[in-house]
């Protein structure tokens, strides 16, 4: 990273009372890996840990297709030109998972997919004009394609951003949709923003970190599973806005950030948190680690292996995590807890469902911490045993569940990377 501890420190705006609340973890942004976001050398985890290639492959292909090519996925052609991706069990789609959809497809290098996704976004969710212009609405009835709430979820348009920057580099720019212009459109709107009608940028540019939403309070606060600082690296390195050096900051912030929101025994963060890292409750949910919280460790595990710019603190990380789990039995952990372990007074419903379960987003994301501390695959062979199919009990969520799980085969198959500029 080039930066002493002390330096960045006060580049990044935080305080000597807010470093007292990490000083006792491992030193911090100091120790490297050998990142692939550098050599290219993406680690194939399931092969390591013992599986065929071609057992691999055939995986993440028919979870793909269960996905996007199957009548009980998640992908839904509205004509020749245009698709959503809903969230099925709430009956709408949502930014996050249009986002998530655009992201498999660059990666897996489905051009159509991705553009009709794009399309359909832009036309029904993408704001065009007043203070929310270029931001997206978080949630959109599909049966009449109109808004349930104008307001925007900070990570859809984290994610958006990514994947368009990183279609740029894929398939260029002139194959029917400039890519890198719609990329820019959005980050040049956020930095139009300055608090008119309470709309603000997504990153709160006081702290440097993503907020919940980039609107009202929720610009005050935000949430663990949206810091992604590999994807703050990616808009450093891309979107040659001028704001280069505030993304890098970003994206060492949040590693800082993380090292507090996590718990120093357990690994368990929040769902939702301060920019401290202290838990922020609100009305609709108790603090605790809950269905947000599942994406924490994948994300972790995705900046190891792309930047490794935190190795040590990662691997640390990872150990603790795969060790709580462990203690709760690795083919039978349940998916929401409190930062100290222990289960929550109330349980947060999903679907209609109200109940703990050994959920294959979690078990999916947990087995991806394997991309920083190898050695032991139980992890993984849990996740290479598990299905995407209803539970016991009739419960199933392609959509959630779904991409978690996706997404997690493809780090660990060594298919979610970085995506370069394409050279012939």
């Known amino acids: 990273m080039g930066l002493s501890f002390k330096k960045f420190i006060k580049k990044s705006c935080i305080t000597v009372t807010q470093v007292a609340a990490f000083t006792c973890c491992m030193p911090v942004l100091h120790a490297q890996t050998a990142a692939a976001g550098k050599t290219g050398n993406y680690k194939n985890i399931f092969k390591e840990a013992g599986y065929k290639q071609n057992d691999i492959d055939a995986k993440i292909t028919k979870a793909y297709k269960d996905l996007f090519e199957s009548p009980s996925g998640i992908y839904f052609p509205v004509n020749d030109s245009m698709a959503y991706v809903s969230d099925i069990k709430n009956h709408d789609a949502r930014s996050e998972g249009l986002s998530y959809g655009m992201m498999v497809a660059v990666q897996l290098d489905k051009k159509e997919v991705f553009d009709n996704i794009w399309r359909w976004t832009k036309k029904y969710t993408q704001h065009q004009q007043g203070p929310r212009e270029g931001y997206f609405a978080w949630s ?12 925007s979820a900070s990570d859809g348009e984290l994610y958006f951003v990514t994947s368009l920057l990183f279609a740029a580099n ?27 009608g309470k709309i603000f940028h997504v990153i709160n540019t006081e702290h440097k970190q993503i907020s919940f939403v980039p609107e009202g309070n929720g610009y005050t606060w935000t949430d663990p599973s949206y810091h992604l600082p590999a994807f703050m690296e990616v808009w450093a390195m ?8 505030f993304y890098k900051d970003c994206a060492d912030t949040s590693r800082v950030y993380l090292h507090r929101a996590c718990d ?3 690994g368990l963060n929040p769902d939702y948190s301060e920019f401290s890292g202290a838990p922020h409750n609100t009305r609709w949910i108790l603090v605790a680690f809950r269905y947000d919280s599942w994406r924490v460790p994948m994300n972790i595990a995705m900046d190891y292996a792309w930047f490794g710019n935190d190795a040590a603190w990662q691997q640390d990380y990872a150990k603790r995590i795969q060790q709580f789990f462990r203690t709760q039995g690795i083919d039978r952990f349940g998916d929401q807890f409190n930062m100290n372990g222990t289960t929550p007074d109330s349980i947060l419903a999903a679907g209609g469902f109200k109940k703990l379960r ?4 979690l078990v999916s994301t947990l087995a991806t911490t394997t991309m920083i501390n190898k050695g032991n695959y139980d992890f993984v062979h849990e996740l290479w045993k598990a299905k995407l ?31 370069k500029p394409q050279t012939k």
Not at 140 to 151: Q, R
Request: charged share 20%; no cysteine; proline share 5%.
């Open 140 to 151: 959109i009835n599909p049966a009449t394609m109109k808004k349930n709430s104008e307001g």
């Open 170 to 196: 894929r398939w260029g720019n002139n194959t029917g949709i400039n890519y890198y212009g719609e990329a820019r459109r959005i980050l040049d709107a956020m930095w139009k923003k300055d608090g008119t």
């Open 238 to 245: 891309y979107a040659k806005d001028g704001h280069e050096q």
């Open 264 to 266: 120093p025994v357990t």
């Open 358 to 361: 050994h959920s294959l987003g």
């Open 389 to 419: 199919e209803p539970y016991a009990d009739g419960y199933f969520d392609p959509y959630y569940d779904g991409l978690l799980y996706l997404f997690s085969l493809m780090h660990l198959g060594g298919k979610y990377q970085l995506i």
